[in-house]
Antibody
Framework: QVQLQESGPGQVKPSQTLSLTCTVS??????????WTWIRQHPGKGLEWIGY???????FYNPSLKSRLTTSVDTSKNQFFLRLTSVTAADTAVYYC?????????????WGQGTLVTVSS | QSVLTQPPSVSGAPGQRVTISCTGASSNIGAGYDVHWYQQLPGTAPKLLIF???NRPSGVPDRISGTKSGTSASLAITGLQAEDEADYYCQSYDSSLSGVVVFGGGTKLTVL
């Protein structure tokens, strides 16, 4: 069974950088055609796709976040990472990592439990 | 304002059938991109319910089904049960601008 687990600070100060790690077990990030994805959910709101990274290093980001976003992968640790710079209160959300697969559009078959990140001074 | 439009809420009595609509446009569902559905129980992560319009992952009961036609899609749940009470989201891809994965705004299903 594939499992994903997010980790990182629960609170980040405005204008600073939000950094999260997703640790994958039960599957190898470096094998296959999966897209390792970040999705967030603002409090009481719907889901927002952030972006993905493939083990080859290719990335695809939400245009609304692209200028502040970097993702990376460490295949030796079976982890992938999110880095979002210049955060504001609008970045307060539950952040999920997920495994994505592409058919004629991406879908996400396994998700982490999510981690709440609050942007506050 | 979500690119995919869902009703904010639907409800039904135990045993009944409910449907949740997901309305898109020519740049997403109407362009032929597949639609996927997720169930989110309170306080938990979303769970994939339907992929590629009408396929169920292993473990999802066959009383849950999906359809797609034109610029819209629907999720149907028959034999409604108390444990179906949750938020439901549709998701697809939109090719406008630089392209983006898009979700519907979500529908709260209440089992009366």
């Amino acid at each position: 069974q594939v499992q994903l687990q997010e980790s990182g600070p629960g609170q980040v100060k405005p204008s600073q950088t939000l950094s999260l790690t997703c640790t994958v077990s039960g599957d190898s990030i470096s094998i296959g055609g999966y897209y390792w994805t970040w999705i967030r959910q603002h409090p009481g709101k719907g889901l927002e796709w952030i972006g993905y990274i493939h083990h080859s290093g290719s990335t695809f980001y939400n245009p609304s976040l692209k200028s502040r976003l970097t993702t990376s992968v460490d295949t030796s640790k079976n982890q992938f990472f999110l880095r979002l710079t210049s955060v504001t209160a609008a970045d307060t959300a539950v952040y999920y990592c997920a495994r994505g697969w592409y058919s004629s559009s991406w879908y996400f078959d396994f998700w982490g439990q999510g981690t709440l990140v609050t942007v506050s001074s | 304002q979500s690119v995919l439009t869902q009703p904010p809420s639907v409800s039904g009595a135990p045993g009944q059938r409910v449907t949740i609509s997901c309305t898109g446009a020519s740049s997403n569902i109407g362009a032929g991109y597949d639609v996927h559905w997720y169930q989110q129980l309170p306080g938990t992560a979303p769970k994939l319910l339907i992929f590629d319009n009408n396929n169920r992952p292993s473990g999802v009961p066959d009383r849950i089904s999906g359809t797609k036609s034109g610029t819209s899609a629907s999720l149907a749940i028959t034999g409604l049960q108390a444990e179906d009470e949750a938020d439901y989201y549709c998701q697809s891809y939109d090719s406008s601008l630089s392209g983006v994965v898009v979700f519907g705004g979500g529908t709260k299903l209440t089992v009366l």
